[in-house]
Nanobody, 121 residues
């Protein structure tokens, strides 16, 4: 059973930066992609960024393209999400998840507990 633990959330002012981490323990061989998703109050969970565990390809939602960067450290079994130029609309609980890939939430079957990101002045 794969376990994912997120860290790094917090409160930041608009224009600021945060870095999230997703530490994986267990077997990652059964999964193809690690994704970062977020869910704001009253909204559906949405994909933010994906990274392939096969070839390292990265993908971004249009809303975060150019501001967020996803990366991985295979030695540490950790995936990172560097978030720059944060906006109030980035406020949400951020989750990392492991699954087959793509933007569909249901294609991911291992989820972390989530970490709160609040962007406010």
């Amino acid at each position: 059973q794969l376990q994912l633990v997120e860290s790094g959330g917090g409160l930041v002012q608009p224009g600021g930066s945060l870095s999230l981490s997703c530490a994986a323990s267990g077997f990652t061989q059964d999964y193809y992609t690690i994704g970062w998703f977020r869910q704001a109050p009253g909204k559906e969970r949405e994909g933010v960024s994906l990274i392939s565990l096969v070839d390292g390809s990265t993908y971004y939602a249009e809303s975060v393209e150019g501001r967020f960067t996803i990366s991985r450290d295979n030695a540490k079994n950790t995936v990172y999400l560097q978030m720059n130029n944060l906006k109030p609309e980035d406020t949400a609980v951020y989750y990392c998840a492991a699954g087959l890939g793509g933007w569909v939430v249901d294609w991911y079957n291992s989820w972390g507990q989530g970490t709160q990101v609040t962007v406010s002045s």
